[in-house]
């Protein structure tokens, strides 16, 4: 762990260095002495673009991001995948690329603090709530605990950003968690609230794609008939993907990739048999996180 004083001092090369990396042009925060407003960001999933509008909502399908606002100034934080935000970003945090016999993941979750309200006021149209307040000290707790703390882990490490949830369809217990942007946001509400600000992280309401299983079996990587099965799935996968495939080849590898057998669990470097995932499959669901320490990121 690094001393406060030696975070402090990180900042700045911090924002310069996500700016070279071309995924977050991150800045430092600084603050006056007044009270910091916490305030709460939803829309509807991919609607910062043209193209999509606020279709996703309609499948309970929402971005979630915090602001932080004390009278004329505001800075935004996501929790994202670390790579410039595109089409192909977004696949690679879900698909795999193939080389050879090996499977190279591009998922990392990282931070990133950016100057101002991002996209503007009226681009979040499911919320834009104060749901708390607090000090400057409070903030940079926080930022230093949390956000900085993740964001010095190379890019190779965890956390990975996951897009769903396994759940047990005869306990209902997590079987594998999910690693999202509105999980990040609980995280650093649950960091407010553990620094004496009046908040309740566990009645934000966040997107989480379910898998209902019955149960789930960690994969021998090392079986060379174990992992053949894994290689092919996540083969199909990417060739579902792939731009100019026909439409009958990417509903004939869906159909194959149906029901859900195997998924990568990148926060524990492990890949999971799906026993008896059954139609339909997967569910979007807009709901609160019922439970502390679901969400582990350091």
Same mark, same amino acid.
């Given at each position: 762990?690094?001393?406060?004083?030696?975070?402090?001092?990180?900042?700045?090369?911090?924002?310069?260095?996500?700016?070279?990396?071309?995924?977050?042009?991150?800045?430092?925060? /600084?603050?006056?002495?007044?009270?910091?407003?916490? /305030?709460?960001?939803?829309?509807?999933?991919?609607?910062?673009?043209?193209?999509?509008?606020?279709?996703?909502?309609?499948?309970?399908?929402?971005?979630?991001?915090?602001?932080?606002?004390?009278?004329?100034?505001?800075?935004?934080? @996501?929790?994202?995948?670390?790579?410039?935000?595109?089409?192909?970003?977004?696949?690679?945090?879900?698909?795999?690329?193939?080389?050879?016999?090996?499977?190279?993941?591009?998922?990392?979750?990282?931070?990133?603090?950016? @100057?101002?309200?991002?996209?503007?006021?009226?681009?979040?149209?499911?919320?834009?709530? /104060?749901?708390?307040?607090?000090?400057?000290?409070?903030?940079?707790?926080?930022?230093?605990?949390?956000?900085?703390?993740?964001?010095?882990?190379?890019?190779?490490?965890?956390?990975?950003?996951?897009?769903?949830?396994?759940?047990?369809?005869?306990?209902?217990?997590?079987?594998?968690?999910?690693?999202?942007?509105?999980?990040?946001?609980?995280?650093?509400?649950?960091?407010?609230?553990?620094?004496?600000?009046?908040?309740?992280?566990?009645?934000?309401?966040?997107?989480?794609?379910?898998?209902?299983?019955?149960? /789930?079996?960690?994969?021998?990587?090392?079986?060379?008939?174990?992992?053949?099965?894994?290689?092919?799935?996540?083969?199909?996968?990417?060739?579902?993907?792939?731009?100019?495939?026909?439409?009958?080849?990417?509903? @004939?590898?869906?159909?194959?990739?149906?029901?859900?057998?195997?998924?990568?669990?990148?926060?524990?470097?492990?890949?999971?048999?799906?026993?008896?995932?059954?139609?339909?499959?997967?569910?979007?669901?807009?709901?609160?996180?019922?439970?502390?320490?679901?969400?582990?990121?350091?």
């Amino acid at each position: 762990k690094l001393s406060q004083c030696a975070m402090r001092a990180s900042l700045a090369p911090l924002a310069v260095a996500a700016a070279t990396q071309q995924w977050c042009n991150g800045v430092a925060p /600084v603050w006056g002495s007044g009270p910091v407003e916490v /305030v709460l960001l939803q829309a509807p999933l991919f609607s910062e673009s043209p193209a999509h509008h606020q279709e996703a909502g309609w499948f309970n399908l929402f971005h979630t991001a915090a602001a932080f606002r004390q009278g004329n100034k505001t800075y935004s934080l @996501e929790f994202k995948v670390a790579a410039p935000p595109s089409a192909s970003s977004t696949v690679d945090a879900i698909v795999p690329h193939v080389n050879g016999t090996q499977l190279v993941w591009r998922n990392a979750a990282r931070w990133c603090l950016t @100057e101002g309200l991002l996209y503007g006021a009226g681009h979040w149209t499911k919320r834009l709530d /104060v749901v708390a307040q607090v000090s400057p000290a409070q903030f940079q707790q926080v930022f230093e605990d949390v956000v900085l703390a993740t964001n010095f882990t190379a890019l190779d490490e965890a956390p990975r950003y996951n897009y769903f949830r396994i759940l047990s369809s005869s306990s209902g217990e997590n079987l594998l968690e999910d690693l999202t942007c509105g999980n990040g946001i609980v995280r650093i509400l649950e960091a407010l609230s553990a620094a004496g600000v009046s908040v309740d992280p566990y009645k934000i309401p966040i997107s989480r794609l379910t898998l209902h299983a019955a149960s /789930v079996e960690e994969v021998d990587t090392t079986d060379a008939k174990q992992w053949a099965e894994v290689l092919g799935y996540f083969t199909t996968q990417r060739d579902l993907v792939k731009p100019g495939i026909p439409v009958e080849k990417q509903i @004939e590898d869906l159909l194959a990739l149906l029901p859900v057998r195997f998924v990568f669990d990148g926060n524990r470097e492990r890949y999971l048999r799906v026993v008896r995932n059954r139609f339909p499959y997967i569910t979007p669901k807009y709901e609160t996180i019922h439970h502390r320490g679901a969400i582990a990121m350091v």
